[in-house]
Antibody, heavy 123, light 109 residues
Framework: QVTLRESGPALVKPTQTLTLTCTFS??????????VAWIRQPPGKALEWLAL???????YYSTSLKTRLNISKDTSKNQVVLTMTNLDPVDTATYFC???????????????WGQGTLVTVSS | SYVLTQPPSVSVAPGKTARITCGGN??????VHWYQEKPGQAPVLVVY???DRPSGIPERFSGSNSGNTATLTISRVEVGDEADYYC????????????FGTGTKVTVL
């Protein structure tokens, strides 16, 4: 069974750095064409794509947030980690990780998602 | 950046048909994907590449795309279909190439 699960702190103070972990099973992020992405959703608002890492270790970021984001993968642990620096209350959101199969072959939809983890930025 | 516009809400009676639109400039030239999101649950892909259904998604879910509007149609609506629905495209020229729509809340009356 293929699953993804997000984990991280529920509460972060402004200006701090957020580290989120996506732990997955049932697939390998080193399989050709595999990608894992992070997407967030502020309360009551729409989904927003943040970053993506592919099977070949190429990383892609939202242009508006790229200076604050870093995505990496730990293949030994089946994990993808997202760090976001200089947190602000507007970063309060549910953060999801999601998979794209065959992302390097022109596939651009997320076929599997985690349940998300709510992160609140507040002092 | 590319913008996708959805109606905030759609209400439908059980057994009837719900149609959710997703508007974007020449969206017919792009592949449109649709997700169902229920509170506290992982979003689920219900239609990809305009009109294809992933394994396990009922045939009641269908999609179309032409001109400036893509549409997700839910036939014979069930209470369990009540959820938020988001369209999504890939636009290489956008700040966020994976572009999501504004979302539509489907309420089953």
């Amino acid at each position: 069974q293929v699953t993804l699960r997000e984990s991280g702190p529920a509460l972060v103070k402004p200006t701090q750095t957020l580290t989120l972990t996506c732990t997955f099973s049932g697939f390998s992020v080193t399989t050709s064409g595999m990608c894992v992405a992070w997407i967030r959703q502020p309360p009551g608002k729409a989904l927003e794509w943040l970053a993506l890492v592919d099977w070949d270790d190429d990383n892609y970021y939202s242009t508006s947030l790229k200076t604050r984001l870093n995505i990496s993968k730990d293949t030994s642990k089946n994990q993808v980690v997202l760090t976001m620096t200089n947190l602000d209350p507007v970063d309060t959101a549910t953060y999801f990780c999601a998979r794209i199969r065959y992302c390097t072959s022109g596939v651009h939809y997320f076929d599997l998602w985690g349940q998300g983890t709510l992160v609140t930025v507040s002092s | 950046s590319y913008v996708l516009t959805q109606p905030p809400s759609v209400s439908v009676a059980p057994g009837k048909t719900a149609r959710i639109t997703c508007g974007g400039n020449n969206i017919g030239s792009k592949n449109v994907h649709w997700y169902q999101e229920k509170p506290g649950q992982a979003p689920v892909l219900v239609v990809y590449d305009d009109s294809d259904r992933p394994s396990g998604i009922p045939e009641r879910f269908s999609g179309s795309n032409s001109g400036n509007t893509a549409t997700l149609t839910i036939s014979r609506v069930e209470v369990g279909d009540e959820a938020d629905y988001y369209c999504q495209v890939w636009d290489s020229s956008s700040d966020h190439p994976y572009v999501f729509g504004t979302g539509t809340k489907v309420t089953v009356l």
